[in-house]
């Protein structure tokens, strides 16, 4: 009866992936080793919620509906007059037939990726070491008492753990590696952390790639942080800029600061000498109190100092400008 069922329902799951890739010119693929049934419906909920879908099935069947996406739908297919309606094929979906491999499920949003990875890889639950597992990290039990008492101090014994008996219960008393990255947990590391009460993993989805209309961005792509990307090109800018204009090249970079610096110029010269243009008045600047300032202290001088016929130049006015 299950197996009628799943293949009852196999038409219509691939005529909705058809659907999808038909939709969203974006598809997100997670990682799903180690995520429990209730992980995947908590993540389906928060994902719906930003306007995108959570698909998992099986790889050969989504396999199919690529193949068929990226080819010209003949009508002769058995599901053609309901996909019809979705248009020609897409031939750039052929890039993602290659992201289709192990326990993965694939998101259809049009949200960009980056906002989405954080929400995608919080939902972590911790998970005892099970016999078989791959450790994601290391695991290392400091030293401390164990709350058991000195009864299963063989069995420490037998994992070469250094202990000793304190207070009436088994003490380790320096720090021992149970897993390291990569291991596969055994049946003795799997034993000893369930008797100590510790679930050292973290599982969750963990976005793998994504396709992005006809290009793949890989794991390391997905990663990037965008506020950091656009930090360090306003970072290169500036020291562009800075070379440009010690270097005296003009260039888009440069271009702001030396009209910035021609204005800071002719806006001091203007104040000078009294020549009060447009623009100077519309950067606040104050206007008269430079030139003011000048006259009225050369006048008390020439006016002070007794009047020579040969040296004329005494009495002449320059306006500021060199004062």
Known sequence: MGKKETKDKKPAQFKKIYELLSKYTQVIIVGLANVGSKQVQDI???LAKKNALLVIGKNTLFKKVLATRVQELPDTHEYYDELKKFGNAIKELDSLKNQVAGKVGFIFTDT????????????????????????????????????????????????????????????ITKDFVVLKTGQKVGQSQAVLLQKLGKKPFLYGMEVLSCYDNGSILNKQQVSVNLND????????VQN????????????E??????????????????????????????????VAAAPVAAK????????QAPAKVEEPEEDVDMGGLFD
């Open 112 to 171: 960009p990726v980056f906002d989405l990875k954080p929400i995608i890889e919080e939902n972590k639950v911790e998970t005892p070491a099970r016999v078989g597992a791959i450790a994601p990290i290391d695991v290392v039990i400091p030293p401390g008492p164990t709350g058991m008492d000195p009864a299963s101090i063989q069995f420490f014994h037998a994992l070469q753990i250094p202990t000793k008996i304190e207070k009436g219960q088994i003490q």
């Open 240 to 251: 562009i800029s800075a070379i440009s204009l010690q270097n005296g090249w003009i260039n």
């Open 253 to 286: 970079a440069s271009a702001p600061y030396v009209l910035a610096n021609a204005f800071k110029d002719l806006a001091a010269i203007g104040l000078q000498s009294g020549f009060i243009f447009d623009q100077i008045k519309q950067s606040n600047a104050p």
């Open 229 to 236: 990307i656009v930090t360090k090109f306003q970072q290169n």
């Open 44 to 46: 389906r909920r928060i």
């Open 296 to 303: 009225v202290e050369q006048k008390p001088v020439a006016q």
